[in-house]
């Protein structure tokens, strides 16, 4: 996290000095780099992410800037629009991506390495393939083996068509936002003339068209089918390296997942029980009361005799 | 483009303001050592396995007029604290200054080993059980609960199955009808294969929930959020603001994987509270049972629980005395934003004075 950050605040200092020599007309920063050890916690994240969106804001500022000068100020913009959407469908890739990645153990197999890389044949991907299929013979497991091996498989191709699927409803909800988002600037009135004014008017063009595209049968389910294809591929894993620690006498997860299963029973058993003794107590308070009231009577009536 | 006149000069202009906020907010930031949440003064009164109830007293205010209690009910997928965030934007304390005993039910951050917990387990013992530690600690018989979001469907769950231990129901942002055409979160949870994901992942990762609810509106919680933050920090008190709705939203607890698969699939999935088919624990949830009186509060720019679902509790109980409240503000809004603790926190005290019959 740190490294992350002290990258984006030198690659933000390197920008704003590039721009304070390059920018046409003196640049408008003058900005100076905090220090990212003086901060922690949430504050480091949110300084990374400022920092972040800075960039991208300021770059983007900046191509227009570059645009207006090079044609004047009544530009056609459309470069710039194609730039956008070249940049928008790049974020929504990145964001599908990391939102229904791979399982980790999965997406360390699919590193892709160089020929000249020394990992080439000792990759994970190879590395896990070697492991699994070394599973010794006598345990009658290797045909079962290559079974999973193609179940496994299989899932992979539907989370990629499931990920296709669903990665075409983003291109469309794209491509009708910045449609939305061209007409809206032909009818502003008054015309916008700010970037803020532009991007607050990107936002409410994209959530229009997104809450009108989520609505939908088809979209939905996408949605189900692409997080259903992630879950299934997650689980095969899981189910696969549970049999391995079986095989070498390790517990497993679907052993500890027993074990709870068995502890929430004896919890609520112990809890029962509990209760039923609390109310035997309040019961035998109450016998007692009684008793002892009886006895009062009694002594009484025995007195007045 | 006719509608765009956009000038170098006044782009510039506008980065020059961006970058002044930004580095206010870098300082502003880099001075924050802490990110304080919980404003109100309370005590532990009671716990049951990782549920903890607080009491928070009445303050006193010299001759203002103590009022009912109420038992507060959160949702299990986020903290209870946003109901006490920070002394401007808490809804306890506005209660709590109105005369009002406050109880408030913490459910705790799930382990592992909760991976088996039902809804059984959380309405019929955990709830059961905090409705019996506030009624013995406000010495009353039957105590005012009040539900927010899944803590208010809790509580309508609670108070059919268990009518002689709440006296009035108040709730809040709360998710009746589970499949309004508005309900995008319930439409995106049809498809969703509840077994598989509790199979899969045993307790649901609340960061998965938390990634479900920005997708809901990925451009305004992201893009416009973030492009805003210089404005919003570059002030001490509005970054401090800003810091503890984040450090909530972030702090999502994981969802003990039994009862929200039971909660996907009845609820979510075929609607059952409605229908009155609902089961906690072998026993049917029969909303008609209800005829305490009904406070139902609705946020008007509620995205995630929209109030076409909320407003469906009008019809669905045998409650003579309902009343309605619908604020101008969203989910979370209705008891955090500013306006909002302007009229929630009271008209829930002139409700709890005023007669039910």
Redesign the interface.
């Known amino acids: 996290m740190a490294d992350d950050l002290l990258k984006l605040m030198q690659q933000w200092a390197t920008y704003l000095d590039k721009q304070s020599h390059e920018a046409p007309g003196g640049t408008p920063f003058n900005w100076q780099s905090p220090d990212p050890t003086s901060v922690s916690g949430p504050q480091a994240e949110l300084i990374s992410l400022l920092t972040q969106q800075s960039l991208e804001f300021a770059r983007f500022a900046e191509q227009i800037i570059e645009l207006i000068e090079q044609q004047g100020r009544q530009t056609e913009l459309s470069a710039l629009i194609n730039h956008f959407q070249d940049h928008l469908r790049r974020l929504t890739q990145e964001w599908i991506l990391s939102r229904w990645q791979l399982p980790e153990q999965l997406g360390a197999l699919f590193r892709t390495h160089s020929f000249q890389d020394d990992l080439l044949l000792d990759n994970p991907f190879i590395h896990g393939l070697k492991s699994l299929l070394n599973t010794p013979d006598q345990l009658g497991l290797q045909h079962s083996l290559q079974q999973q091996l193609k179940s496994g498989v299989d899932l992979l191709i539907e989370y990629e068509q499931a990920l296709r699927q669903y990665s075409a409803h983003y291109s469309e909800i794209n491509s009708s936002a910045t449609r939305n988002f061209l007409d809206s600037i032909e009818t502003a009135d008054p015309s916008i003339n700010g970037l803020g004014q532009l991007h607050d008017l990107w936002v409410e063009s994209y959530e229009e068209c997104y809450s009108k595209a989520i609505a939908t049968l088809d979209y939905r389910k996408a949605h189900g089918r692409i997080s259903n294809a992630v879950m299934r591929l997650r689980l095969f894993l899981q189910q696969l390296r549970n049999t391995q620690l079986q095989q070498l006498g390790i517990p497993n997860e679907a052993q500890l997942s027993q074990i709870h299963q068995q502890l929430h029973q004896q919890r609520r058993e112990l809890k029962s029980l509990k209760r039923e003794l609390s109310e035997l107590t309040e019961l035998k308070e109450e016998i007692e009361e009684l008793k002892r009231t009886l006895g009062e009577k009694n002594g009484d009536k025995g007195n007045n005799r | ?8 000069e ?7 303001t ?2 002044n906020r ?2 206010q ?3 502003v ?2 001075q ?1 050592e802490e ?1 304080d949440v919980g404003a109100t003064p309370r005590e532990e009164i009671f716990r049951n ?1 990782r549920v903890r109830l607080y009491y928070y007293p009445p303050t006193e205010t010299g001759g203002s007029k103590l009022l009912p209690p109420v038992l507060i009910c959160y949702a299990l997928v986020n903290r209870p604290y946003i109901a006490d965030l920070q002394p401007d934007r808490s809804l306890i304390g506005s209660l709590t200054r109105q005369g009002v005993p406050v109880y408030l039910i913490d459910w705790g951050y799930p382990e ?6 039902t809804l059984e ?1 959380y309405i019929e ?1 955990y709830l059961d059980s905090c409705v019996r530690a506030s009624s013995k600690h406000a010495a009353q018989e039957k105590i005012n609960l009040l539900g927010i979001c899944q803590g208010g469907t809790f509580s309508l769950c609670y108070t059919a199955l268990h009518p002689e231990r709440i006296e009035r129901l108040i709730t809040l942002v709360t998710p009746v009808d589970f499949h309004t ?2 309900f ?1 979160l319930s ?2 949870a ?4 509840a077994d ?2 509790v ?4 307790n649901i990762p609340g960061e998965l929930l938390n ?1 479900t609810y920005n ?6 919680l992201g ?2 959020k ?2 805003g ?2 404005k919003q ?1 570059s002030d001490r008190e509005k970054a401090l603001n800003f ?1 503890r709705m ?2 909530w939203i ?1 702090d999502g607890p994981d969802q003990a994987g039994e009862a929200f698969k039971q909660f996907i699939q009845q609820f979510f999935q075929q609607n059952l509270l409605l229908k009155g088919e609902a089961e906690i624990g072998g026993w049917k949830v029969d909303l008609k049972q209800i005829k305490q009186p009904i406070l139902n509060i609705i946020g008007r720019h509620d995205h995630l629980v929209p109030p076409s679902s909320s407003k469906a509790l009008k019809q669905a109980t045998s409650s003579r005395h309902y009343k309605e409240l619908i604020v101008d503000a969203g989910h979370i809004g209705v008891f955090v934003s500013s306006r909002a603790l302007k009229q929630v926190p009271a008209a829930i005290c002139d409700w709890l004075d005023s007669p039910a019959d």
């Open positions: 483009m006719k509608g765009l006149s956009l000038s170098a006044t782009i510039r202009e506008e980065l020059q961006f970058n930004l580095q907010s870098y300082q930031l880099q924050i990110v396995d592992p080993s909760d991976r088996y917990l387990d013992d055409a508005d995008t439409h995106l049809m498809e969703v294969d598989l994901a199979e899969t992942y045993g990634d997708s809901l509106m990925p451009m305004r893009v416009q973030n492009l933050l210089p920090l810091l984040e450090k972030n």
